[in-house]
């Protein structure tokens, strides 16, 4: 029986992409790391472990970078969330200068879990995902009856965007070697180094969850 494969990459993923309306969120090729988010967190606010989030609307300059930035929301208590938001812009990079001089917004989202060493990124924006050939050639080769399996692994995001130090966090059913196959892919996933809801990516983990869906391919049609 040859079987026909689908794959769901479920991860509440952003497109690849920007938006062409007149205020929007870019994408980015540079931003803050987690370590550097940490770092500039307000200290009043860092010391009470309190974070919250910062909509900030920028205007894109020539050089790619964020410029003129300015609040339009932010945590309340005077905490200083904008201004360290501001800061946190001056180190991002859009990934097109086709929008030199476009106003955009650019949520920043001071996650107090960041301060406790236990950021999970949630909602990436993918730079690169495997392509159905690197699903087929991780399929387990002995077809063994299973036809919907899940995985999730735990990876940490690298200084480039990649997934390292995987780890095969859930599969269900266990032991069908979708698991193993799940971690060869993991080196095909890279992601944009800011996530949809304005957090870092870079240092922080990551669940990734694989479905894999199978369904029997019906023999052809005999010539009459």
């Known amino acids: 029986m040859s079987l026909k494969i689908g794959v769901l990459v479920a991860v509440g993923a952003a497109a690849i992409g920007s938006s062409a309306a007149a205020d929007f969120t870019p994408n980015f090729e540079q931003a803050p790391s987690v370590a550097q988010m940490v770092a500039a967190w307000p200290a009043r606010a860092k010391a009470a472990g309190v974070g919250g989030k910062v909509l900030l609307t920028c205007e894109i300059g020539r050089d790619k970078h964020p410029k003129d930035c300015a609040a339009l929301k932010e945590p309340g208590g005077n905490f200083g969330f904008g201004a360290a938001a501001r800061k946190l812009a001056e180190l991002m990079v859009v990934d097109t200068p086709d929008i030199a001089g476009r106003n955009v917004f650019i949520p920043v989202n001071f996650d107090a879990a960041l301060l ?32 919907d399996v899940r995985v999730v692994l735990g990876c940490t995001i690298q200084p480039d965007g990649a997934l390292g130090a995987c780890s095969i966090a859930q599969e269900t059913p266990p032991g069908q070697g979708y698991g193993a196959g799940a971690m060869e892919l993991a080196s095909k996933f890279k992601v944009t180094p800011w996530s949809a809801d304005g957090s870092p990516t870079i240092g922080a983990t990551i669940k990734l969850p694989i479905h894999y869906q199978l369904a029997a391919v019906p023999p052809p049609a005999a010539k009459p």
């Open 116 to 147: 406790s060493g236990s950021a999970t990124v949630t909602q990436p924006v993918w730079a690169e995902k495997p392509a159905i050939q690197d699903f087929q050639a991780t399929f387990p080769k002995t077809e063994n009856g299973v036809n």
